[in-house]
């Protein structure tokens, strides 16, 4: 039933830095746009970076543009979400998610990760 699966995740201080792996079980991410978003209780869900099933677009979310970057691997077989300069406020738990078109971090994603436990100290 779990079609993506996210690892990358743990303990990082303030200003440091984290990278995050998004792959595919069952499922082409090469044929597919693949979002990342994080919950945190206080703040629910948040949409943190999103590429289009050509790799050519990507967009960013308000709070994390300029300190984050979202790529394919070589084998477009994973996507990568490469934290820098990590804030208290990043913590959470972060979700691959996949659609069958663009969304660009908007509803409609058809398959969720479990998620990964971001934890960055203050």
């Known amino acids: 039933q779990v079609k993506v699966v996210e690892s990358g995740g743990g303990l990082v201080p303030e200003g440091g830095s984290l990278t995050l792996s998004c792959t595919g079980r069952?499922?082409?991410?090469?044929?597919?746009?693949i979002g990342w978003f994080r919950h945190a209780a206080e703040k629910g869900r948040e949409g943190v970076a999103c590429?289009?099933?050509?790799?050519?677009?990507?967009y960013y979310g308000d709070s994390v543009r300029g300190r984050f970057s979202i790529d394919r691997d070589n084998a477009k077989t994973k996507v990568i979400l490469s934290n820098s300069n990590l804030k208290h406020e990043d913590t959470g738990i972060y979700y691959c998610?996949?659609?069958?078109?663009?969304?660009?971090?908007?509803?409609?994603?058809?398959?969720w990760g479990q998620g990964t436990q971001v934890n960055v100290g203050s």
């Open positions: 590429i289009s099933r050509s790799g050519g677009e990507i």
């Open positions: 069952g499922l082409n991410l090469y044929s597919y746009s």
């Open positions: 998610a996949a659609a069958p078109k663009d969304r660009w971090l908007r509803p409609g994603y058809r398959y």
